[in-house]
């Protein structure tokens, strides 16, 4: 009886990870499929919203009525960006992406017509340029890794790694996170906590990864917070953790 039972288990685990390889195989091959740019406006945008999980940080700006620039806040140089992208943008009419690729006295422009090289370089500092009826985009490298003086973090020390430490802003905790995971699947996502300070909570993950059934459960309890203020992740974790009043730690801060 006891060998029975044992190889139904071991059946059962090689059918699961047989199941487990195929999911990840088809998951690699949908992350390598290449798409050429629409050359649609509408289109693009949302090519780019779907390929990055539409996160809070992304953002869309049109310049004119043909051309719109995309980009991920707080990864780019935004004084380069005032200052001379989007006035020299402004000057004229641009019939194509290769005016205005000869016009930007920038070193680093490019030409790309794949939706995903030009989402990772996103990712990485690029201002996206997309003309209305041409299916390529600029792609305009102005990364910043200037954002804050960075610290060691002081109840996570560690001799090996990272000795960054995260601040009080959303925005710069949220970009550090994108400088290490240049991830399309690195869903972020907004919430607002606290009638009175109306305090900005994000939520990451990265999809296929993690499970979305927990992603779902930690969104629904931060939905569901009623209070009036929200001013400390630690309360945070209070109100969202399975057994506020256990001696041990169910999450980490």
Not at 121 to 135: A, F, K, N, S
Request: aromatic share 4%; hydrophobic share 35%; net charge negative.
């Amino acid at each position: 009886m006891f060998s029975k039972k044992f190889k139904l288990s071991l059946t059962k685990k090689k059918s699961s990870e047989k199941n487990s390889k195929a999911e990840n195989d088809k998951r690699e091959k949908q992350n390598n499929q290449t798409h050429t740019i629409s050359s649609s406006k509408v289109v693009f945008i949302q090519d780019v919203k779907d390929l990055t999980h539409n996160p809070f940080d992304l953002i869309v700006k049109p310049i004119s009525p043909t051309l719109t620039i995309v980009y991920t806040d707080n990864l780019v140089n935004g004084q380069t960006l005032n200052n001379n992208i989007i006035p020299e943008l402004t000057k004229q009419n641009y019939d194509s992406p290769e005016m205005i690729e000869s016009s930007l006295a920038l070193p680093e422009v490019k030409l790309s017509d794949q939706i995903n090289e030009a989402v990772l370089e996103m990712l990485d500092g690029t201002v996206l340029i997309h003309v209305e009826g041409h299916p390529k985009v600029v792609l305009v490298n102005i990364g910043t890794r200037e954002s804050r003086g960075l610290s060691t973090p002081e109840n996570e020390s560690q001799v090996i790694g990272s000795q960054v430490g995260f601040n009080e802003s959303l925005t710069t905790n949220v970009s550090l996170i994108r400088r290490y995971i240049m991830n399309p699947d690195l869903c972020n996502e907004k919430f607002k906590v606290g009638k009175q300070t109306n305090t900005t909570v994000a939520l990451l993950y990265i999809n296929g990864v993690a499970s979305e059934g927990m992603a779902n459960t930690l969104r629904e309890r931060i939905k569901s917070l009623n209070m009036d203020g929200l001013i400390d992740s630690a309360v945070l974790e209070q109100m969202i953790d399975d057994n506020s009043v256990s001696i041990f730690p169910q999450m980490l801060l």
